[in-house]
């Protein structure tokens, strides 16, 4: 959209200074339907300084870098008096003293931490203790996060005593997005000290890596909550999580824009009140679409929303300000995408034939077959980007067919059968795991661009405004991408490689040179959808349209996993990467060559170059 189609607000660009009392006016001015209860929540946040919200917390931080490994009184003003305990017994506690982040987002880089322990039992703590050291997209240990490091300790401590230990750890990236992730240090996780309470030896210190800004912040804060959804079983599949990124990154990058102007509004073209924070604003306008969106996670978006303000210097009023104007732009976007047909929830019903896929029993699910319907994010028309259409097909192009399929028979599956050998080469196999991300408690393959895309802009040192112009860029290529790939997909409903290997279409199919195989699966789990095109390549196609548009192509870059810990995989381009990606589903044994490399990753780099040539342009 170009800044003549934008939405108009009131002309905020006012000569009064902003006061605090007038703060409510300003919302009202706004049309903003907010409480005074929650003005004076951000109010509250904006006029913390970071250390204070994190005491309240109960993560005590303090400037002492001292490594006391004897112990040492303990300072036990927000430690529980042995009074108030039941029973006889040590009771340990871990709190983070300091905290040294790596100095960059490369995968090995060192960081340090302190931590203090302390016995806030009433009897000594002996023994052995293990402590651990975890990076995190929340607070909780799961099996998605990553153990930085650990050491084991022997201790004698007696009640309010204390003992600060430094851990050395080399920075692991695969499990967290560099704008927000939890740091968690467990003590005594083997429990080797019997303990009064024992649910209490773990803390957490939320953090973003140096370099950072808020809009990578926030859209880090976006991918914990997509992760967080998809750990409570309520998984953001890749249409409606590419049209949320969207949503936070135009209302983003709208509210930036509003400061200086300097290049095209998206939809909402106003003027900034005067006085206001941009980085609060900023703030603002992610944390309202992602607390209308995903309501669940409000907890976690809370969390960063009082760490982001804490951490912004501008005054408190000018903060609250930025945050209201931003929660405005926001509402603007949210309703002008009310209506953009993700909601049409019509039941799929498979056309007839031979050769059409079908949902699998026993639930049948079609996942989001309505989907090529939404209106267009910035691509004139789905229509005018779709790919140039199947010919794979047992009746129209029988020899391609059958290459496709063969291909992926014997470098796609899962093991061995009487009748097939997999040819598949073991990085091969890892390329098809390190590019997945179909499990829904991951941040999904928008999301892995997303994440591979701040740890390019920290190293690159980008401003805050192109940052916002970059993830708005990238986001709603990945929105469109997603349009086409759909509206793809149900078109041509082509069966995927193991309804045709296993599910008996080449038994029948007349063709000498297909093989059919009823014990051959593919090597990743199929998701719910027809095969043309792959989703994963339109997504890479259009996430290298836009990277080399604002980095260029010849870039060499490092980048990791969540789907495999600890795997660093080395790149010269962006178009090396997206080549890699859209194979990665050949080799995964859930698409065909012409959904993937052939007709999907074109398709995708022609969405992301129009979008970075067309939209959030410089103003002359």
Request: hydrophobic share 40%.
């Amino acid at each position: 959209m170009s800044s003549t189609n934008s939405i108009s607000v009131v002309d905020l660009n006012v000569a009064n200074p902003l006061a605090e009392q007038n703060l409510s006016s300003l919302a009202k001015n706004l049309n903003l339907d907010v409480e005074s209860d929650e003005i004076d929540k951000i109010y509250k946040a904006a006029s913390s300084s970071p250390d204070s919200i994190i005491e309240s917390q109960g993560n005590s931080v303090s400037n002492n870098t001292a490594n006391n490994s004897s112990p040492q009184p303990a300072n036990n003003s927000n430690i529980a008096s042995n009074q108030t305990l039941t029973g006889q017994g040590p009771d340990l506690i871990a709190q983070f003293t300091k905290i040294k982040l790596p100095d960059t987002v490369e995968f090995g880089d060192q960081g340090q931490v302190k931590i203090k322990i302390t016995n806030q039992g009433n009897t000594t703590a002996t023994g052995p203790i293990n402590l651990e050291l975890w990076s995190s997209t929340d607070n909780n240990i799961d099996k998605n996060d990553v153990l930085l490091a650990n050491q084991t300790k022997n201790i004698n401590l007696k009640p309010f005593q204390s003992i600060t230990l430094t851990i050395n750890y080399d920075n692991n990236t695969s499990a967290i997005a560099p704008g927000a992730y939890n740091l968690i240090a467990r003590v005594d996780s083997q429990n080797q000290v019997a303990e009064l309470e024992e649910n209490n030896n773990t803390v957490s210190r939320l953090v973003s890596a140096p370099n950072t800004d808020v809009v990578i912040d926030w859209n880090a804060t976006a991918l914990n909550a997509i992760q967080a959804e998809g750990e409570a079983g309520r998984g953001i599949p890749p249409t409606v999580g590419s049209r949320l990124l969207a949503l936070v990154s135009t209302a983003v990058y709208d509210t930036v824009n509003a400061f200086k102007h300097n290049y095209t509004a998206y939809a909402v073209d106003v003027n900034a009140p005067k006085g206001a924070s941009l980085q609060a604003a900023a703030v603002g306008a992610a944390y309202r679409v992602l607390t209308q969106l995903i309501p669940q996670q409000t907890t976690l978006f809370n969390q960063q929303l009082v760490k982001s303000l804490a951490e912004i210097t501008d005054l408190p009023v000018a903060e609250t300000a930025g945050t209201l104007f931003g929660y405005s732009v926001a509402d603007q976007i949210l309703a002008l995408r009310a209506n953009d047909g993700s909601n049409n929830n019509a039941p799929y019903v498979p056309p007839t034939g031979d050769y059409v896929w079908q949902p699998d029993a026993p639930d049948f699910i079609a996942l989001s077959p309505n989907w090529g319907q939404v209106t267009p994010w910035a691509i004139p028309s789905e229509e005018a980007f779709a790919p140039n259409g199947l010919d794979g097909t047992p009746t129209h192009n029988p020899t391609l067919y059958a290459e496709n399929i063969e291909e992926v028979r014997k470098i796609g599956g899962r093991f061995n059968t009487d009748i097939t050998t997999l040819t598949r080469t073991p990085d091969q196999t890892q390329v098809a795991h390190f590019w997945s991300y179909d499990r829904a408690d991951t941040f999904r393959p928008y999301g892995q661009l997303n994440q591979i895309a701040e740890e390019v802009a920290v190293r690159e040192g980008t401003s805050l405004a192109e940052n916002a112009r970059l993830f708005a860029s990238l986001n709603v290529a990945l929105a469109d991408a997603a349009i086409v790939a759909w509206a793809a997909k149900y078109k041509y409903t082509q069966p995927r490689p193991d309804d045709v290997i296993a599910g008996g279409i080449a038994a029948n199919d007349g063709i000498d040179a297909t093989v059919a195989d009823p014990n051959w699966k593919p090597l990743l789990d199929t998701p719910p959808f027809p095969d043309y095109i792959s989703g994963h390549s339109t997504f890479a196609g259009a996430f290298a349209g836009v990277l080399k548009n604002f980095f260029g192509d010849n870039y060499e870059f490092s980048v990791v996993s969540q789907e495999l810990p600890g795997i660093v995989r080395n790149y010269n381009s962006f178009s090396d990467l997206a080549t890699e990606d859209a194979i990665s589903r050949v080799y995964g044994g859930v698409h065909v060559r012409e959904s993937t490399i052939t007709d999907a990753l074109p398709t995708g780099l022609n969405i992301g170059n129009y979008v970075a040539e067309n939209l959030f342009q410089p103003v002359a």
